[in-house]
């Protein structure tokens, strides 16, 4: 899962024209592309108190460009030229666009873990045989329902974080990350995928741009602490294998994001605080441990 680069600031002149290079042709801007905006920000330009009233403010300082969480991000960044059209609604709003791609994603997300889940097509074809026609689609239902909401509000958390920062946000899917991961958890059991990333576009702080990394991580904390008492009470049966698989995929999706490399969560927020990246890293280390490991288990069952 599942993403991450520093935010890449873009030069408001260069969202329109690419380059002439030395032989006529056009190319992509991908040299004004900066590792980081904040560098050369002397005095960002702050939103804490801005909301997003659907329409571009005055850019005094960088445009950042910023990718929550898939580390194919080259397509992203190209789709901001020309500079994404704001809707003129609310807060809450999400454009057709932005629904369709949290669809998509959701359904390919679900489909990897239920090849996964099977050890791949010919792991489940050797263990389930004939019956793989109805387990592939009781695991898609098993993925949906524990795995979706771990990933689904992870964006959503970015999203709605980025926007109290006046910042437009909106979520886009990768179908390339998505095809790769569907098919080497086909063909290899083993998933590893990039469904997409929320887009974030707007000037913020080397803070504001931390906070907006850590929702995604801290949403995937509460999940976890919401699944802890029916946990605690349900450990076997139907409702009691949902439940654990709810912990994993909150546990195990915060700890993956919150590693400071690539495109992931936690090199921005390393890049903002080092304690709260240290304590981020404790607290799902922690979780992972406990949720996963029979020790770790027994210990959170002997807490109660």
Not at 269 to 280: C, D, G, H, Q
């Amino acid at each position: 899962m599942m993403n991450h680069t520093l935010p890449r600031t873009l030069k408001e002149e260069h969202l329109l024209e690419p380059p002439i290079a030395m032989d006529g042709n056009k190319k992509p801007r991908t040299d004004l592309v900066e590792e980081d905006p904040f560098a050369r920000s002397v005095r960002p330009v702050s939103h804490a108190k801005a909301r997003d009233d659907g329409n571009w403010r005055a850019q005094t300082g960088p445009r950042v460009v910023q990718v929550q969480f898939s580390p194919f991000n080259r397509g992203f960044t190209q789709a901001f030229r020309p500079a994404p059209v704001l809707h003129t609604g609310s807060f809450w709003h999400f454009s057709k666009t932005e629904i369709r791609d949290l669809s998509i994603s959701l359904a390919a997300f679900s489909l990897g873990l239920s090849f996964m889940f099977h050890g791949g097509i010919l792991g489940g074809m050797m263990s389930v045989g004939p019956g793989l026609v109805v387990s592939i689609p009781m695991m898609f239902m098993l993925g949906l329902i524990a795995f979706g909401p771990a990933f689904i509000i992870h964006e959503l958390a970015h999203k709605f974080v980025a926007r109290h920062y006046g910042c437009w946000a909106e979520f886009r899917a990768d179908p390339g990350g998505l095809r790769t991961g569907v098919l080497i958890a086909l063909f290899i059991g083993f998933l590893f995928m990039a469904p997409g990333a929320v887009m974030v576009a707007g000037n913020v702080s080397r803070k504001q741009n931390g906070m907006i990394a850590l929702a995604g991580p801290a949403s995937n904390l509460v999940l976890w602490g919401i699944g802890l008492p029916a946990f605690i009470l349900f450990q076997t049966g139907v409702l009691g294998t949902v439940i654990f698989y709810w912990m994993v995929a909150n546990s195990v999706l915060g700890a993956f994001n919150m590693l400071p490399f690539g495109p992931l969560d936690g090199k921005k927020i390393k890049n903002w605080s080092e304690p709260v990246f240290w304590s981020f890293i404790a607290i799902f280390a922690s979780l992972v441990y406990l949720t996963m490991f029979p020790s770790g288990q027994t210990i959170l069952l002997g807490l109660v």
